[in-house]
């Protein structure tokens, strides 16, 4: 069982830059396909960026491709989300979710979860 905290997130002008944190306790994240959520007020959640093992294995959605990335340093038990040229569309809160199972990569089904930072980006 591993815990996630997310951290990092806060109020940014569109065009800027946030990097949110996903630290994880309990647990060492070494094992662990990490991935990177958002859910932005009255629409379904969706996945953005996840990562197992290797920086090869990373994968995006189409719309933050080129802009965001993900990372981890398991010496820090710490994945983490570089928001780049952020968009008014890109408001939302933001999860990061653990999984050890290489066949939830980059789907819904993630087993534990954080509770969320918020991103608002404004004009």
């Known amino acids: 069982q591993v815990q996630l905290v997310e951290s990092g997130g806060g109020l940014v002008q569109a065009g800027g830059s946030l990097r949110l944190s996903c630290v994880a306790s309990?647990?060492?994240?070494?094992?662990?396909?990490v991935a990177w959520f958002r859910q932005a007020p009255g629409k379904e959640r969706e996945v953005i960026a996840a990562?197992?093992?290797?920086?090869?294995?990373?994968k995006y959605a189409d719309f933050v491709k080129g802009r965001f990335t993900i990372a981890r340093d398991d010496a820090a038990n710490t994945v983490y989300l570089q928001m780049n040229s952020l968009k008014i569309e890109d408001t939302a809160d933001y999860y990061c979710?653990?999984?050890?199972?290489?066949?939830?990569?980059?789907?819904?089904?993630?087993?534990?979860w954080g509770q969320g930072t918020r991103v608002t980006v404004s004009s």
């Open positions: 990562i197992f093992w290797s920086p090869s294995s990373a």
């Open positions: 309990g647990n060492s994240l070494r094992t662990y396909g």
């Open positions: 979710a653990a999984d050890r199972s290489p066949g939830v990569h980059f789907t819904n089904n993630y087993a534990y």
